[in-house]
Nanobody, 125 residues
C-alpha cells in the first residue's frame, strides 16, 4: 500500500512558477514509478509527467521544457517544478504511484492504483 499526500498548489500569475510536492508512505516507495496527472473542470484526467525508480522521466508534450519532475527516495518525496505557467495549466493536480515499469503505460491513469487527494493550481492571466 502507498499513501500519497500532495501540497504546494495555489494561485499564481501567468508566467510564474510553483513547486508541487507529494509525500509518500510505504517502504517500497523507491521501487515505484511516480506520476503527476491533472484534471481541469469538465475535462478528463490527463497525464503530466512520470518518473521511474531509476530517474527516467516522461512528460506530456504540453509541459515539456516548462515542468520538471524529480524524486527524493530517501525522503519518500516526489516533486513537480512548474515554470512559465499558463492559464491552461490550471487544474487539480494529482500524484499517483504504480509498480509498473513499462513506460508505454505511464501515460494512462488506469496504470496507477494509488492516488493522492489532489492540490488545486490556479493561474491568472
Amino acid at each position: 500500500q502507498v499513501h500519497l499526500v500532495e501540497s504546494g498548489g495555489g494561485l499564481v500569475q501567468a508566467g510564474g512558477s510553483l513547486r508541487l510536492s507529494c509525500a509518500a508512505s510505504g517502504r517500497t516507495f523507491s521501487s515505484y514509478t511516480m506520476g503527476w496527472f491533472r484534471q481541469a473542470p469538465g475535462k478528463e484526467r490527463a497525464f503530466v509527467a512520470a518518473i521511474r525508480w531509476n530517474g527516467d522521466k516522461y512528460y506530456a508534450d504540453s509541459v515539456k521544457g516548462r515542468f520538471t519532475i524529480s524524486r527524493d527516495n530517501a525522503k519518500n518525496m516526489v516533486y513537480l517544478q512548474m515554470n512559465s505557467l499558463k492559464p491552461e495549466d490550471a487544474a487539480v493536480y494529482y500524484c499517483a504511484a504504480t509498480s509498473s515499469q513499462y513506460s508505454g503505460r505511464f501515460y494512462y491513469s488506469e496504470t496507477y492504483p494509488y492516488w493522492g487527494q489532489g492540490t488545486q493550481v490556479t493561474v491568472s492571466s
